[in-house]
């Protein structure tokens, strides 16, 4: 039998989401700490080894301080494989909806002009500064595929990602669309699956949250929504949401002006 | 005896967040007791400037992984009581299942896999199963538990989605609650053996001094997280809507996250707080948890928190079984969210979440957007509180071996169960 792989699970700045959605896998969480050797978790253990050589990080969170930046080139220094778990690590989540507003504007209306003791840089994703091998997003990650990149990684396999939209997932599920029936912005066309379209299953419009699928036709959404009277305003307000770096930076905000 | 000690926790381990711990006695004297905060800051009440009222408690949910349920609904509250909406007796049920299932989800988390590890001398949930394996299976069950309850009713154990300004998306099923009943029945039992191992366990008393505390008073007369008053333990009474006065908030150069004061005085908000205020309203198997692990009340002791949640974990289950009740009593039609008309208004919303009294107050335009924002979490409210508990025990402890007092201010630091994502969503405050 090969060794136990050596891992460690990091949080930047976040809500802690993702981790606690590998704390949610009740059933097979010792399992996990059976076949991992889990060498440094803050969240979940104290005495945590912080210099051995890691088989795989796996990193939650966006770098939003010039100390979450040096962690994660830590963190990319001693591990082989990274994995971006998480839209805040992938995409730059909800943190990153307003980076055109510069952090010094900021900081003063939190904390006054007398202040400054905070350290604020511009929030982005894990991969805008260090090589991932591998990005799973979900806000939260969704535990299933967690387990099932986990398991790839433990036969020694590079797990195969999902690229169908919601809306896809939306269709075999046989929901009523929201769009065409209630006219509602629903992100599902343009966000990557994982969820099994949660939200139009519960008669929510999809919010995004996973982050946009690969080759997204920006123009074709915003015609359908546009011929149900929703201005771009508020398509764009909805898309920023979770993946704005993704949206504004690469097209949505040219393609619909 | 002039000694000079330094002792610095530079990472507190088994907490939500990034958060330390600073202490220096120099000549025998404290000098520096600091619960450092440095997770990095994300503006929450900027990034929701603009916009609308349905898109808010999806953003501010991301406040935090563990109590996004409570940031949740707490956020549509504030924008119901702005747009003046009146929900329905099952929204008003399901909410409550929703914010049960998150009480017995982050207290079997706190109390089996952060907690019972440091009284049991172990690093971790992960390590401490190797030798307490059913104790450890006991508490991922229940915390798996209260997922299902959020999986169920919110449509996602984290950041939930079903629940929307008005109502819900969609209503669970008869079936799908009947058979949650039944897995609340089995975790009744299971809570018993979690109150069992905690009341044989004695919490050690470092001279802690009385103190302020507060939490909501409930709106009938039964134990609840829900209420339209806040009361502070010097006697006073005041509307949710006057919550500033309360948590006064300032600055401080050690943390991203700011302090609350309340009269200039820290206060402690959580579990320990509302079982000092409204203990009197527990029944059932809770009141007998209540009277087995508190024989004086009220506590002044953090360390009593981990009591605390652990009859809160009874309680929060056998309502939960309740509410059930009621839910098969109305009846099972499908019911849409209440229809309301925005105008430019103000909220504010408040909930007693797992760590304590959270408050959400928003500013709205005619067109429904937000135009202002403040969200003030429990953990920001009880840091100040942890500094002052940690100052006590090191003035008893100051003496004694260096580890033993790291230890013990780690476990009065963890007792709060801080949540540090939560703290340092960076408050925005305008004093008017």
Redesign the interface.
């Given at each position: 039998m090969t060794k136990k792989p050596k891992i460690g699970i990091f949080?930047?700045?976040?809500?802690?989401?993702?981790?606690?959605?590998i704390?949610?896998c009740?059933?097979e969480?010792?399992t996990i700490?059976d076949a991992f050797d889990?060498l440094d978790?803050?969240?979940?253990?104290?005495?945590?080894d912080k210099v051995t050589e890691l088989d795989i990080a796996f990193v939650e969170g966006?770098?939003?301080?010039t100390?979450?930046l040096e962690a994660l080139q830590a963190i990319r220094k001693r591990s082989k494989l990274l994995v971006a778990i998480g839209t805040c690590a992938v995409w730059g989540?909800?943190?990153a909806?307003?980076n055109q507003?510069p952090r010094e504007i900021?900081?003063k209306?939190?904390?006054?002009e007398?202040?400054n003791?905070?350290?604020?840089v511009e929030?982005l994703p894990v991969r805008s500064f260090v090589k991932t091998d591998i990005l799973l997003p979900g806000?939260?990650i969704e535990k299933e595929q967690f387990l099932q990149i986990a398991a790839s990684l433990l036969h020694g396999d590079l797990p195969e990602l999902l690229n169908f939209s919601v809306c896809s997932e939306c269709k075999m599920r046989e929901n009523a669309c929201l769009v065409v029936e209630k006219g509602e912005i629903c992100c599902g066309a343009l966000t990557v699956s994982g969820?099994n379209a949660?939200?139009p299953?519960?008669?929510?419009p999809c919010?995004g949250?996973h982050g946009p699928i690969e080759e997204v036709h920006y123009d074709a959404n915003y015609t359908m929504f546009a011929q149900r009277g929703i201005t771009k305003e508020?398509i764009q307000?909805?898309m920023s949401?979770f993946a704005a770096p993704a949206w504004m930076g690469q097209k949505l905000l040219s393609e619909i002006k | 005896m002039d000694k000079d000690r330094k002792i610095v926790v530079p990472?507190l381990?088994?907490?939500?967040?990034?958060g330390g711990i600073d202490v220096e006695i120099e000549k025998g004297d404290i000098s520096k007791v600091n619960m450092e905060i440095?997770?990095?800051?994300?503006?929450?009440?900027?990034?929701i400037i603009?916009?609308?009222y349905s898109?808010i408690s999806?953003?501010v949910s991301?406040?935090?992984?563990?109590c996004?349920a409570g940031h949740t609904l707490t956020s549509q509250m504030a924008t119901e009581n702005a747009f003046q909406i009146k929900i329905t007796q099952r929204t008003e049920f399901l909410r409550g299942l929703l914010l049960h299932g998150e009480a017995i989800e982050s207290h079997a988390?706190h109390l089996g896999?952060l907690v019972l590890?440091d009284l049991l001398g172990y690093?971790?949930?992960?390590?401490m199963?190797k030798d307490y394996p059913k104790e450890?299976?006991i508490a991922?069950?229940l915390?798996?538990l209260g997922?299902k309850i959020q999986e169920l009713i919110g449509?996602?154990?984290?950041?939930p989605?079903?629940a929307?300004v008005g109502g819900?998306?969609?209503c669970p099923s008869k079936t799908q609650l009947e058979q949650l009943k039944i897995e609340l029945q089995k975790g009744l039992e299971m809570s018993d053996a979690i109150v069992d191992l905690f009341s044989k366990i004695k919490l050690p008393d470092f001279n802690f001094k009385e103190g302020i505390y507060s939490a909501l008073l409930p709106k009938e007369e039964r134990y609840s997280y829900l209420g339209d008053y806040i009361y502070t333990s010097d006697g006073i009474t005041r509307p949710i809507s006057e919550f500033r006065k309360v948590c006064h908030e300032k600055?401080?150069?050690h943390?991203?996250a700011?302090q609350s004061l309340y009269n200039n005085q820290p206060f402690m908000v959580g579990a320990l707080a509302r079982i000092n205020i409204n203990h009197k309203y527990l029944t059932g198997k809770a009141k007998e948890a209540l009277d087995k692990l508190f024989p004086i009340l009220p506590s002044h002791n953090p360390l009593h928190i981990n009591y605390a949640q652990a009859v809160e974990l009874v309680h929060s289950i056998e309502r939960s079984i309740q509410l059930i009740k009621f839910l098969f009593e109305i009846g099972f039609e499908h019911e849409e969210p209440v229809q309301f008309e925005v105008f430019a208004s103000k909220g504010v919303g408040a909930i007693e979440v797992p760590r304590g009294t959270l408050y959400h107050y928003y500013e709205f335009n005619d067109k429904g957007e937000v135009v202002e924002a403040d969200i003030i979490t429990p953990t920001a409210q009880n840091l100040a509180n942890v500094e002052k508990n940690m100052r006590e025990a090191v003035k008893t402890l100051m003496q004694g071996p260096l580890n033993t007092l790291q230890s013990s201010l780690?476990n009065i630091a963890r007792a709060y169960d801080p949540c540090i994502?939560c703290a340092t969503h960076?408050?925005?405050i305008k004093f008017k």
């Open positions: 949080g930047l700045t976040s809500c802690a989401g993702d981790q606690l959605a704390l949610n009740e059933d969480l010792l700490a889990i978790w803050e969240m979940a253990k104290t005495n945590n966006v770098v939003a301080q100390r979450d989540g909800v943190a909806m307003k507003i900021l900081k209306e939190v904390y006054g007398e202040i003791v905070v350290d604020s929030a806000c939260p969820c949660r939200c299953s519960h008669n929510i919010g949250c508020e307000t909805k949401n | 990472h381990g088994r907490v939500e967040g990034h440095f997770e990095g800051s994300r503006f929450y009440e900027v990034l603009g916009k609308k898109e999806s953003i991301r406040v935090c992984g563990i996004s988390l896999c590890p690093d971790g949930p992960l390590s199963a450890v299976t991922l069950n915390k798996k997922n449509g996602r154990a984290i950041h989605i079903n929307v819900f998306g969609k600055v401080v150069a943390s991203t700011k780690e994502s960076l408050v925005r």
